[in-house]
């Protein structure tokens, strides 16, 4: 169920339909993050601007389908996901206007943008391996090693229907080619240790409950554990290593909250600035730290959190625009071979 998160009732009513005074300068804004943090990112951006941001958070699938209904009436400027595949349906309903930014153009690698500037990140999050360090010795180094049989009966990750999984599959259908990546899915699913169930946290859980050996999260998960007391994994997570993959050839597959503007917004100019804002140091810093992420700008301030986890080599060469093109036939691959 979408809920407002805007402060104010003229933000309430605005993105209701509600007969209300006009407001000068606003943004509104569709956004599948959920992190209270945003909120001082946002209020950061009106303090710079003097914009109003009214915001409605929900589901991406349950935002892009209000924006189908909506049609030329909806009121919203910006559409903000927490993965880029999620923003292929968006696309392929022709809901996104390319954006003429030379500020973005500068600030973000070309390998996090749409090749039609359609949408870019804000955001970097990484997928990575972890393991019981009591019970596995020589941990897989790869993704590819993941379906490996000699992990048979030991592997914790999510369902098919998990945005995250499907962009690493689809990132595997760009590397591998769709006859390996099939191969690739059957192997995880004979390595399973049990039908797929939960969030990125409970794949954690499930090591520190001596289910599996190894699972598969995105990185500000385990961060999490560290930073607050989250049941059934704080008490036990010094027992959970890491690796991250891939790190001897393409690097470590690397998802994005990626930001995009709509065909229809009402409020172009304004949408452009928070756009633009965006790639701020300012904004940069306030995205990387509210949810543990990596900042999407090279060399933008990040946060301390993640320096436990050290550095690594991302993957650069996969286009993350692949995701969204390939997300579709990652999911066909997936129940070709029984992934729930």
């Not at 509600?18 to 209270?36: I, K, L």
């Not at 999620?86 to 309903?93: D, H, K, S, V, Y």
């Not at 520190?208 to 704080?234: Q, T």
């Not at 393409?250 to 949408?271: C, D, F, I, Q, Y």
Request: include cysteine.
């Amino acid at each position: 169920m979408a809920h407002l998160t805007s402060r104010s009732l003229v933000a309430a009513l605005a993105l209701t339909g509600v007969a209300m005074p006009a407001v000068a300068q606003e943004v509104n804004v569709y956004s599948s993050r959920h992190y209270d943090t945003d909120d001082s990112l946002y209020e950061a951006f009106t303090e710079e601007t003097g914009i109003t941001v009214n915001r409605i958070e929900a589901d991406a699938d349950e935002l892009i389908a209000r924006l189908e209904a909506e049609g030329e009436n909806s009121p919203a400027d910006v559409l903000i996901t927490v993965d880029a595949g999620r923003m292929a349906r968006a696309e392929e309903l022709d809901l996104l206007a390319a954006y003429d930014s030379q500020t973005i153009e500068d600030r973000i690698p070309d390998h996090l943008e749409h090749p039609e500037n359609l949408w870019y990140g804000i955001a970097q999050r990484a997928r990575i391996i972890y393991y019981d360090k009591e019970k596995v010795e020589n941990p897989p180094q790869t993704y590819e090693e993941l379906a490996d049989p000699a992990w048979e009966g030991k592997i914790c990750i999510r369902s098919s229907s998990n945005i995250y999984n499907q962009s690493l599959m689809a990132s595997i259908i760009e590397t591998h080619g769709e006859e390996a990546a099939k191969d690739w899915a059957q192997g995880i699913v004979n390595n399973m240790a049990r039908d797929p169930q939960g969030g990125d946290t409970d794949q954690l859980r499930g090591i520190v409950s001596g289910e599996c050996e190894v699972a598969v999260g995105n990185h500000y998960y385990f961060v999490r554990g560290f930073e607050s007391d989250v049941e059934g994994l704080s008490d036990g997570i010094e027992k959970i290593g890491w690796v991250w993959p891939n790190q001897d050839d393409r690097g470590t597959h690397v998802n994005l909250s990626t930001a995009a503007m709509l065909k229809t917004a009402p409020n172009p100019e304004n949408a452009m600035k928070l756009m633009e804002f965006f790639t701020s140091d300012t904004a940069q810093t306030n995205l990387a730290t509210g949810n543990h992420e990596y900042p999407a700008v090279e060399d933008a301030p990040g946060t301390a959190t993640t320096e436990r986890l050290g550095e690594f080599k991302p993957d650069e060469t996969t286009p993350t625009a692949a995701f969204s093109r390939n997300a579709a036939k990652a999911q066909e691959l997936f129940n070709a071979v029984g992934w729930d």
